[in-house]
């Protein structure tokens, strides 16, 4: 491992324009790849689609959910004949429309059952709407003030021609004769990803402007002790520069998730710089700069390398989670945090031999001086009084791990995007008005599910479903157009039932049906919480053993429903999978590298600080969510980084001197003011998350900044106490060894 330092440094020192043109050539790749990064949103995001749960939700979507436009139409009588007339004049040009598959309307109900007219008078609408059934009338009219249009695009459309279609349609209706009084909007799932896509670059935008901005701030403040004092800034934007690339090239995806990774790979590649930055300036104020650059990459390269790998193990703990936006997110800062290393440990060497780095020189910063001071006096008087620091600390500990396990899991996902968003204001007044706009959906599927037998079970099993369940406000299927016409009555013989089916519409039975093997039906709730989506669909599918399909059917529940009232309890289990996970990959890392017993000492302070999470979250009220989930095993990583950091530098001062209250007094004051300000620039880059539009990031900013407060509190409070803690078990140990045993050890 030297080895490869070393030769990295007389690389750097000896051939410096070589090392240049290769990193020239990685930023010109990574801006190539820049160019084919792409947005994820979706079901894609919650779930993998290749497991037989995602083939049948993506299957499901695809056939019936398709993707969908909605045209809230409000006005003061959303069935008057004008808005009829107007809905029946747009029809045929909006199906005309490029990427237009169908478009379906309250029209489309009311027209077979006049003769293939529209009423001329209201009292004629009267009639006709009291002939529909409440189970399809209430999907078209939610209400008297409110109609919808749902226009169905073609399947398999890109991004970018759903952004076609969606312009398309509304500058058609822009262009129309809108009645008077009548206000239209657009919403549904297209328009929804359509914005959440936006609004993520939008944001993505604002949090790395926000994050450089305020670590320039603090770099200005507290880093003044160092020349060229925003150096590790320029390293930090090259490193997510690169890793920027690497998603490009290799077909990353950007999710909610992976959105915020970047501030947290902001805040932890400035930690990297900054450690680098420091070791520099330390060694070139006593040394000629070449040994000065060959000493920082030897001895703090490997140091910044052991804190980085603990860092990333603590992210790959994420990999176990079921959620892919979780697995993303891990991914990506992985990928970030390793080159915003290596950015770090060539650039600020590379950089400082051509412009002949100079040093500001000893005592040229008094506020440095003063930290370093203040923290190493303050790890003395913790490190003579280690068993009371640490007692306080696990006691609080052990009150937030028993707190963590009463913090409520939410899965709604319209509580993560933007309040404000147009999709979603409009879809909550679709809300207020007809209950959940998330449907329980039943994938029924056979031989013939068109058969007599299917049909009339499914018309028993729906008003089962009414009659039985208090939150269940309608059930519509295809029997609801069946018995719309065939005047309410249910066929009696398969012909009967064959002739009614030849009568209804295409764009109407392709809401419910495709082919004669697959059917839906569609459970309309009252607004459900988290855990009432759980209860109830355990309910859904004891009913289903109850009242079991005819031979040869079968039904499932799938869509959005299954996924998230599923994604709760797997969110539950994975976090706790994840934190010991996160913890064991650390022990083995710490162990493997180190083979003495001050390995295990980060693992007390991350212990810690796992725990004081969870007391901060019951608190202050935090949910867990997919982003706060993966908390524990980020926390584990990024705390292990200060602790390893601290230790290493006191195994390097231990090497120098017997007393140990001297080494930890000698390390704090040597990387206090480093660690210090470090932790505030990544303190500072986190809190860019809390300028974020996105809800589930916002909150996920608050829980990582409260987590580094007290990865900074672990580092600077709880090691010396641990370290000194260590070495007085492992002097009582060789005492009771030479006095017992007469073995004698080395002083």
Request: glycine share 6%; aromatic share 8%; proline share 5%.
């Amino acid at each position: 491992m030297n080895s490869i330092f070393s030769g990295l440094a007389n690389l750097i020192v000896h051939k410096p324009g070589l090392v240049s043109k290769v990193v020239l050539v990685m930023m010109v790749v990574s801006l190539f790849g820049m160019t084919m990064l792409s947005m994820a949103t979706g079901n894609a995001t919650y779930t993998d689609i290749t497991s037989p749960r995602g083939i049948m939700l993506e299957h499901y979507t695809d056939t019936f959910e398709k993707e969908s436009v909605i045209l809230i139409l409000e006005c003061d009588d959303s069935t008057s004949p004008q808005v009829l007339n107007y809905l029946n004049t747009i029809t045929p040009s909006l199906q005309h429309l490029q990427y237009v598959n169908s478009v379906t309307s309250i029209v489309d109900v009311i027209k077979p059952l006049h003769n293939g007219t529209i009423p001329s008078s209201s009292q004629e609408i009267k009639e006709v709407k009291s002939k529909i059934p409440d189970s399809i009338l209430s999907k078209l009219v939610p209400s008297q003030l409110m109609t919808l249009v749902q226009i169905t695009l073609q399947p398999g459309l890109s991004d970018d021609r759903k952004t076609v279609a969606l312009n398309n349609i509304q500058s058609f209706i822009d262009s129309t004769s809108i009645p008077p009084g009548v206000s239209i909007h657009i919403s549904g799932q297209a328009a929804f990803q359509q914005q959440m896509k936006q609004e993520m670059s939008k944001s993505m935008g604002i949090l790395i402007g926000a994050a450089l901005i305020l670590m320039v701030i603090v770099l200005s403040l507290l880093f003044s002790y160092v020349n060229h004092r925003f150096l590790p800034i320029l390293m930090v934007a090259v490193g997510l520069l690169l890793t920027f690339g690497f998603m490009g090239l290799f077909g990353i995806q950007i999710s909610m998730t992976v959105m915020a990774a970047f501030p947290v790979l902001l805040g932890l590649g400035i930690d990297y710089a900054i450690q680098i930055h420091s070791r520099l300036e330390e060694e070139a104020r006593d040394h000629p700069l070449s040994e000065a650059i060959t000493t920082t990459i030897t001895k703090t390269g490997p140091a910044v390398m052991y804190a980085m790998f603990a860092t990333a193990i603590g992210f790959a703990a994420m990999y176990v989670s079921p959620v892919p936006m979780i697995q993303g997110f891990g991914l990506v800062s992985i990928i970030g945090v390793m080159f915003c290393y290596l950015t770090s440990l060539v650039g600020i060497p590379l950089i400082a031999v051509f412009i002949q780095y100079k040093p500001k020189g000893h005592g040229t910063s008094k506020m440095a001086d003063t930290i370093d001071n203040g923290l190493s006096k303050t790890a003395v008087w913790i490190a003579k009084r280690p068993v009371p620091i640490l007692m306080v600390v696990l006691f609080v500990a052990i009150i937030g791990i028993q707190a963590d396990t009463m913090i409520p899991v939410s899965t709604d996902e319209n509580t993560f995007v933007p309040s404000d968003m147009p999709a979603k204001v409009n879809m909550e007044k679709v809300t207020r008005v007809l209950g959940s706009t998330t449907s329980i959906p039943l994938l029924i599927t056979g031989s013939d599910v068109l058969s007599l037998d299917a049909i009339q079970w499914i018309q028993t099993f729906s008003e089962f479903e009414k009659e039985t369940k208090s939150k269940i406000i309608g059930v519509s299927s295809i029997v609801d157009y069946i018995l719309l016409y065939n005047d309410g009555v249910m066929p009696r013989t398969q012909s009967e039932l064959n002739t009614v089916l030849d009568k209804i519409p295409d764009t109407q039975k392709e809401q419910f049906v495709n082919g004669r093997m697959e059917t839906v039906i569609q459970i309309s709730t009252v607004d459900l919480e988290t855990d009432q989506m759980t209860s109830i669909k355990k309910q859904i599918e004891g009913d289903l053993v109850f009242i079991t399909p005819p031979p040869g059917v079968q039904a499932h529940i799938t869509g959005s429903f299954e996924l998230f009232s599923t994604l709760v309890p797997e969110l539950v289990d994975s976090k706790e999978l994840m934190i010991y996970l996160g913890f064991l990959f650390i022990v083995v890392f710490l162990i493997v590298v180190y083979r003495n017993v001050n390995a295990v000492s980060p693992i007390v302070p991350i212990i810690a600080i796992v725990g004081w999470n969870g007391v901060a979250m019951y608190v202050f009220g935090i949910d867990y969510n997919p982003m706060t989930a993966c908390l524990g095993s980020m926390t584990i990583g990024i705390a292990a980084e200060w602790t390893i950091l601290v230790m290493e530098r006191y195994l390097e001062e231990r090497e120098v001197t017997s007393d140990p209250i001297e080494a930890i007094k000698n390390s704090v004051r040597k990387i206090g003011s480093a660690i210090l300000v470090s932790g505030l620039a990544t303190f500072f880059g986190f809190s860019a998350l809390l300028f974020a539009t996105f809800p589930i990031i916002s909150n996920f900013g608050l829980t990582t900044i409260i987590a580094l407060a007290f990865s900074l509190i672990g580092a600077i409070v709880v090691m010396p106490a641990i370290l000194s803690f260590i070495d007085q078990i492992v002097h009582g140990v060789e005492k009771i060894e030479e006095e017992v045993l007469h073995i004698p050890h080395k002083p």
